[in-house]
């Protein structure tokens, strides 16, 4: 299969520059268009009233955490700021696979956050979610070759 659009899924954790690397150095390498998002997570820009910190300040903070992980991204990547990004609110498991197919991605490369056994089925896993519902192949960057 020949790769032409390439959707690189990132949150604010370290590995993002890792999967961010090995997203785009396919993608060089191919030839291929390539999109990052970070999807706002809704879930969590509930706020804390009790903190003074509303709902709407909280999904503020998210968007910005976003777009500043976006921004760094490009730039230690050496990418255009033409970059294509997308920044969906809503729940990283639907967002990133309704993306790619609004967006028409032939890949997803994705990190994972290094969970096994237990605590994996017990959290659950976006990137499990993903390669077990997505509509197109899902390239892995796992936790042990982010460290290396």
């Not at 903190?51 to 990418?79: C, F, W, Y």
């Not at 993903?130 to 070759?145: D, F, G, Q, R």
């Amino acid at each position: 299969m020949n790769y032409k659009k390439i959707l690189i899924a990132v949150d604010s954790r370290e590995s993002a520059i890792d999967v961010s690397r090995k997203g785009f150095a396919l993608a060089d390498q191919l030839q291929a268009e390539v999109a990052l998002i970070f999807v706002v997570d809704k879930s969590k820009s509930i706020g804390s009233p009790d903190s003074g910190i509303m709902p709407n300040e909280a999904l503020m903070v998210l968007k910005k955490e976003a777009q500043d992980t976006l921004e760094q991204l490009i730039h230690l990547n050496n990418r255009d700021k033409s970059t294509i990004k997308f920044m969906p609110e809503g729940f990283p498991k639907e967002s990133i696979l309704a993306t790619a197919g609004l967006w028409g991605a032939d890949l997803i490369v994705m990190g994972t956050q290094g969970k096994s056994g237990f605590s994996l089925w017990a959290m659950g896993s976006i990137t499990q979610h993903v390669i077990l519902h997505s509509k197109v192949p899902v390239m892995v960057v796992s936790a042990s070759s982010q460290k290396k």
